[in-house]
């Protein structure tokens, strides 16, 4: 399907009149691209910690205003309207540069165009990860995960991805029971079961996130040794795993030390990633006060892993 994009570069204060003006026209849909909104947003709000440092930034100092329309419209009534509304709003108030642009858009760009930015990579010396739609030999000894990240987070590019796959590679034992809670697309569950575990339960809130994970486990022949499930730790009936990989973020972390020893056994091994590294500190703080031990940490730019001992 096709549409026609209507953009118009503003500042905040006259952003929402105009929204809500384009709406008038018969828009189906706006909306508002503001840097600073988006920058206090992510200061304000820790659940952003993964948050691309120079997203902000990207968009520039004004704020853009989209709005798309059925691809029919006609183009040319629309921005006689727009034209009018802008020299009134001028009249009355600051309203930026005023730039009005247009371009027919088509959802093929949305659904295919980032195919074109995900090769194949190593995520470790053993392990490459390649999406569906790309060939790839293996070289001697490696390890090959087919993934594609649909709507899910996680494809193995990012610090604390990579992190969490280097250590389960370290620390996972032939025929471990693993749990990978806030599995994603499964990456990592997919990587413990190459490895060699016995058995691992992935774990996802979010419906998208399961249903991605669900469809990478069963197309790397993994449906077997590999269950996915929709909930969160507390969802699980108490059971002891060997191994358990949880990649999120501090704010999630921290309150999971409270319950998690109901399941570990003698020798559970838990891998931590997705810390921030100005929270390391409180995380480590408040799982040492739970009874678990810290056995290693590594950090890769602005990230910590860690590696507890139940």
Known sequence: MKWIEVSVTTNEPASEILSEFLMELG???????????????????????????????????????????????DIGKLLGRISQRMDELSGLMDTGPG????????????????????????????IVVKPSWENYVPGNGQIVIELDPGMAFGTGTHETTRMCA?????????????????????????VAAKLGAGSVLAVDIDEAAVKTARQNVENNGEASRIEVRRGVLSDIGKEPFDLILINIIADVIIPLAGIIRGYT???????????IGSRRDEVVSIWQDAG???????????????????
């Open 27 to 73: 828009a189906s849909g706006t909306e508002i691209v503001d840097a600073n909104a988006f920058r206090q947003a992510s200061e304000q709000n820790s659940y952003l910690d993964y948050a691309d440092d120079g997203l902000a930034e990207s968009y520039g100092p004004d704020v853009e205003v989209k709005a798309y329309y059925p691809e029919g419209a």
């Open 99 to 126: 730039t009005v642009r247009w371009q027919v858009r088509d959802d093929a760009e949305w659904k295919d165009n980032w195919k074109a930015y995900f090769k194949p990579f190593r995520l470790t010396d053993r």
């Open 166 to 190: 280097l250590l389960g590679e370290k620390y996972l034992k032939p025929g471990d029971r693993v749990l990978d809670l806030g599995c994603g697309t499964a990456i990592l569950a997919l």
């Open 265 to 275: 056994g003698e020798n559970t091994r838990i891998i931590l990633s997705g810390i």
């Open 292 to 310: 678990l031990r810290l056995v290693e940490e590594v950090k890769t730019g602005e990230w910590v892993a860690l590696v507890f001992h139940a």
